[in-house]
């Protein structure tokens, strides 16, 4: 382990640019359940009936079950960020890291104080007024104290969303996240089972014979058999990248 965490710390300290993909798992260590693990709701309720809510047509065409499902499983406001989001933003800030790509949509990166973040998955602090021509923006606070089931627009009653990327979306900020990902010279994976795609197919299409991989997950991922060092998360995901971060020197800040 403390031979891996060495290894990390030496590549971040030779890299030019690193990216960080973080997924669902980066965010457990600070209260949100992923969706695969024992607390997540792929389990409890199974993936398929989750994929068939979460999804836009539901959301379309019945949007009361979409939000009965989404106001009991989408508590993302009241939490804070966790030792990893907090260590990556001063990674950042050291000059360490160059961009975060993430899956998450609670934010906490941007909460912790990371500048250059690039989210795929959108963000569930903004509702957004899905009328033609109105567009109007709520905050997540705003729109989810509506007494009524599904939060409508103040200005033209039309339905308000999420502004998360639902099942039969596409995703958010393609291009960067590609651009981001392809381009570094170290790619760190951090807390994503990499199944989710078109993400896992970025990190897939990383070369990783000419450019260094580094995966921090419970768990497998599909990308395990590329990566130049795995850690399997024993113990908690922040207090390996506290290690991390206190084997760099100091670089001249960002
Ligand atoms: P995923 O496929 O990326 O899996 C998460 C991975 O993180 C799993 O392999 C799990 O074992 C691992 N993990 C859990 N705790 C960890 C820890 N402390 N340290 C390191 N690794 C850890 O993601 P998913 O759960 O299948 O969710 C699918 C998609 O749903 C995500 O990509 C995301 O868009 C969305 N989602 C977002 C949030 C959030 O915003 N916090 C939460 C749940 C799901």
Redesign the pocket.
Known sequence: MQNNINQIAALMANSRSTTVVT???I???AG?P????PE?I?RKLGEDKVMRIINIDTFRQRPELFYEFYREHFKLAEVAPGRAHYVLAELEARNYIHGVVT????GLHQKAGSKNVIPV?GTADRFVCQKYHCGAVYDASTALSSPELVPRCEKCGGVLKPDVVLFGESIQNFMDAQDSILSAQLLIV????L??YPLAGFVRAFDSFTQDLVI????P?SMDHAARVKID?PG??GAVLEQIAALLPERGRA
């Open positions: 997924g669902a798992g965010s457990t260590e949100i992923d969706f695969r693990g997540g792929y899956q998450n949509i609670d998955h951090i807390g994503s089972s199944t989710v921090l997950n419970k768990g991922t998360a908690t995901t």
